[in-house]
């Protein structure tokens, strides 16, 4: 199935806001993406509808397997990719913002040659 780019940007928030917080809130997403807390609730619906979230009672979102995995690759290429934007002298604000765009458009090949290459010469990358 294909996922979408906002897709994999919600699944990536929920993933950082769970390793910050613990728990994660359909408002405290749209505070992290300055977002409506619609847009949100209607995103939530849609990843919880294909798998890739659940919801408990009190509202709190929790990853399940598949939108764990989405999250974590998501979230390894935007680490990556920032890092060695940076170390090129970018701006590490605009570093990131490129960051977030490149991550959804990169092959898979290209992503593990760059990541071969941060491994080859060291965490710097």
Request: charged fraction near 25%.
């Amino acid at each position: 199935m294909k996922i979408y780019e906002s897709a994999e940007n919600y699944l990536e928030t929920i993933f950082v806001l769970q390793k910050k917080h613990g728990v994660v809130r359909s408002i405290d997403i749209a505070t992290e993406l300055s977002v409506s807390k619609p847009s949100v609730s209607v995103a939530m619906k849609n990843l919880r509808n294909n798998g890739y979230i659940e919801m408990d009672e009190d509202g709190h979102i929790t990853l399940l397997e598949q939108g764990y995995e989405i999250a974590t690759k998501m979230y390894e290429r935007h680490t990556l990719l920032t890092r060695w934007l940076t170390n090129l002298g970018i701006d590490p604000a605009i570093a990131a913002e490129d960051a977030c765009k490149i991550e959804h458009v990169i092959s898979e090949a290209t992503f593990e040659a760059l990541k071969n290459h941060a491994n080859q010469y060291g965490s710097d990358l």
